[in-house]
């Protein structure tokens, strides 16, 4: 059959016609070579936002973003290679030390991360806390690394998924982002270009989730399981509670700190819980037998992570960056205190952790610093959290916005949960 010109598809599919799979590679092909136009692919990005896609569009779309470039091939570094994704929290830090206790359990952890976009935090931005730490790795690096180490942290290469680059740079500024068909194309044609076999994924649901529900977690969780499962990646889904920040700092360097203090036996609880929940999933899906709390207790993970660290630039005794300014948000009347998810993100980015634009730089230093439990009962005038700042200007933005942390609760909210996890799909 001829290929019918871009207009009549888009024509088609907003009439709700299903597009076959050669269509939509072809369509995702011409937009990689310059072909269709950013206005093309913006309406159909704006078609599947507004009417969905079928199963056979989403498979054949997510075929489309990993054959948009180099399908890596990790089969022969004689160990399972499995990875994890988490769709973006606040506080979410669990790469930091799930990457290199899998790594120590003989598994091979290729992870590709992303940047801080929004009120969510990035694992690179968190790892470029190391000053001469490098995300960008060339193919024979990153092989070498996972050769000798088991574990990488790094940027997307320029041939991996290079569809998806584009596309999520367009849907960025059009107001698609949020429709699940091209999440699960975006998340899986990387996740399946880099190589993995295996994939856990983290589905965060909550206030400082993009998901704010659990029906709505629970319906990109199973559709991305089933697309995952569709390309021979064995794939399950945890959905975890996201309506307080994950352990007690939300702020790059804090969050390697508080990442630290778990790879050496301590940190808080529920980041513990959740990094071996993950690492269990992940062996499971590897078939390795092994108790990651054992290679977390015997120090073993620590040592990957500080052979991980010097093998991309950094220096793991370095000492990390401290804000030059700090200030402590008091209880503004005695009662529970609340420490929304939402809410800390918000004064974390005004104090710098985050950017506006991809361009921004961050400030490594900057964050908010849990002092008291969400849910537990406080006293007016007790301190609840502290806002750290490389700048006057920004702490000044963030103690306005700190208002919203100061208010207290007179009823009890439920307690963060130790265990965040509300949910797992996937194959029993
Ligand atoms: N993260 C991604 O990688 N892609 C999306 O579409 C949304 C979140």
């Known amino acids: 059959m001829t290929r019918q ?47 969905g896609a079928s199963e056979s569009e989403t498979v054949a779309l997510t075929r489309a973003v990993i ?32 990457v290199p206790l899998v790594a ?31 995300a960008q790795l060339t193919p024979v690096e990153q ?15 320029d041939d991996l998924a290079p569809a998806d680059r584009l596309m999520y740079a367009l849907r960025d500024i059009t107001g698609t982002v949020e429709s699940v068909p091209l999440i699960v194309a975006s998340v899986l044609g990387k996740k399946i270009a880099e190589g993995t076999q295996g994939l856990v994924l983290d589905v965060k649901v909550g206030s400082g989730a993009f998901m704010k529900t ?6 990109l969780a199973t559709a991305l399981v089933r697309t995952a499962t569709h390309f021979g990646v064995a794939t399950s889904a945890l959905l975890t509670d996201m309506s307080t920040p994950l352990g007690r700092t ?16 301590g940190g808080p609880e529920d980041v513990v819980e959740l990094t071996l929940e993950l690492a269990r999933e992940m062996l499971r899906h590897a078939g390795v037998d092994v108790d990651p709390a054992a290679r977390l207790a015997d120090g073993s993970a620590y040592d990957v992570w500080r052979r991980m660290v010097a093998a991309q630039g950094g220096d793991p005794d370095q000492p990390l960056p401290t804000a030059p300014h700090t200030e402590c948000v008091v209880a503004d009347h005695d009662g529970y205190a609340v420490l929304d998810a939402w809410d800390v993100a918000t004064v ?61 609760a007179p009823v009890p909210r439920a307690p963060a949960p130790v265990n965040r996890v509300l949910e797992r799909i996937g194959p029993a």
């Open 5 to 51: 010109p871009v207009p009549v598809l888009l024509n088609r599919k907003r009439h709700g016609e299903e597009l076959s799979e050669d269509e939509i590679r072809d369509l995702v092909e011409g937009y990689v070579a310059g072909e269709v136009a950013h206005e093309q692919m913006a309406a159909f990005c704006m078609a599947v936002c507004c009417l």
């Open 67 to 98: 054959e948009s470039g180099h399908r890596h091939d990790l089969s022969g570094l004689g160990r399972p290679a499995v990875d994890k994704h988490s769709t973006g929290g606040v506080g979410d830090k669990i790469s930091l030390p799930l």
């Open 104 to 134: 120590a359990c003989g598994v091979v952890v290729p992870q590709t991360a992303g940047r801080a976009l929004g009120h969510t935090g990035g694992t690179l931005d968190k790892m470029e806390s190391f000053s001469g730490w490098r």
């Open 143 to 157: 092989a070498r690394i996972l050769h000798e180490v088991g574990g990488v942290i790094s940027g997307q290469s």
């Open 214 to 219: 659990l029906d709505d977690g629970r319906e």
């Open 250 to 265: 939300v702020g790059n360097a804090l969050e390697v700190r508080e990442s630290v203090e778990v790879l050496q036996g």
């Open 348 to 408: 974390g980015r005004a104090a710098g952790t985050g950017r506006e634009r991809k361009e921004d730089p961050v400030d490594p230093a900057a964050g908010v610093e849990l002092l008291v439990a969400p849910g537990s009962w406080v006293r007016t005038g007790q301190a609840v959290v502290r806002i750290h700042s490389s700048s006057t200007a920004r702490m000044e933005a963030a103690l306005v916005a700190a208002s919203a942390l100061a208010a207290t």
